[in-house]
């Protein structure tokens, strides 16, 4: 697939991001170094393989990463913090120009915290602060908004894609902020670097989407979806352009009529992933758009609000 890059300038939060940062949307790859599953950051990483790797993420397309680490071995005593090998991992992402955000698991704490109370709320204001000195940093989370966490999550299963583009877009439809992909083979497998051709739509273009945010109405009907709702149209809208995010969800081929309200222009849209030009057709009741989704489909569409 082809992408246009839009002639502008130039990721669901897991916790509030900083202020300089609000502009920013993240579309990331779960990554502790080569091989790691979690919690490993506590273990010395190869850091030229590490480097390798976040420079082949950020080839691919993608602007963050999320890495984690383990109570249990970044606090092996009381006051005691070995974050020696996340820091590396941070400071090679910011060599990568990738920004960072980090999860942090307290669900199995260390031997010597089982009778304090008020250990791991310790542990995450200190490694919030220390982890906070690094610009590349975002965010940093603990338990308490481990569902936004998931959430910001898509697994990425060999062959499935397009299923992780749909999630993607579906996320982002609903006002994801910061969005993360994880392999479940492999820390950087084939399926999850193409991706990177889709998550560079957003992240290439970060001028368009960061004001968006997702708008009430917009859509009068989908007339040709099936029953259910397998297919959805929601609207992304800033003061200088709207957005319009066609999903279906179904794994057959659905060809569907979108009407849209009257104030939605009907012409000059842009493909974001193709690049072509798309004309609304003018109705009485509004504008409308007939378009053919292949299975697992998404369509994003955009015009500026200063075009007719």
Request: charge should be positive; charged fraction near 20%.
């Amino acid at each position: 697939m082809r992408i246009a890059l839009l002639p502008v300038a130039l990721l669901l939060s897991l916790v509030p991001q900083r202020l300089g940062d609000a502009a920013f949307v993240g579309i990331g790859v779960w990554y502790a170094g080569p091989d790691a599953r979690p919690p490993a950051t506590a273990t010395a990483p190869d850091i030229d393989a590490v480097r390798r790797d976040l420079t082949t993420i950020r080839r691919a397309g993608f602007n963050a990463i999320t890495t984690w680490i383990a109570w249990r071995d970044a606090e092996p005593q009381r006051g005691v913090h070995a974050l020696g090998a996340l820091e590396r991992i941070i400071a090679a992402a910011a060599q990568a120009d990738l920004k960072v955000a980090v999860v942090a698991y307290t669900d199995a704490p260390p031997v010597w915290a089982a009778n304090d109370a008020q250990a791991a709320a310790r542990f995450l204001e200190y490694i919030s602060k220390r982890l906070s000195l690094h610009e590349a940093v975002l965010a940093v989370s603990g338990p308490s908004p481990a569902a936004e966490a998931v959430r910001g999550r898509i697994d990425v299963q060999s062959g499935k894609a397009p299923e992780a583009r749909l999630a993607m877009w579906s996320e982002l439809a609903r006002g994801a902020r910061h969005l993360a992909f994880a392999a479940t083979d492999t820390p950087l497998s084939p399926a999850l670097l193409s991706l990177g051709e889709t998550a560079g739509v957003v992240t290439r273009n970060l001028a368009l989407f960061a004001p968006l945010r997702p708008r009430t109405g917009g859509v009068a009907a989908i007339a040709g979806a099936v029953a259910g709702g397998r297919v959805e149209v929601r609207l992304l809208e800033s003061p200088e352009a709207i957005l319009v995010i066609g999903l279906n969800y179904d794994p057959a081929p659905r060809k569907v009529t979108i009407m849209f309200s009257p104030e939605i222009p009907e012409a000059i849209w842009q493909n974001l992933e193709t690049g072509t030009a798309v004309n609304f057709i003018m109705a009485k009741a509004g504008p409308f758009y007939e378009y053919t989704f292949g299975p697992r489909d998404a369509l994003v569409l955009m015009i500026r609000k200063g075009l007719r």
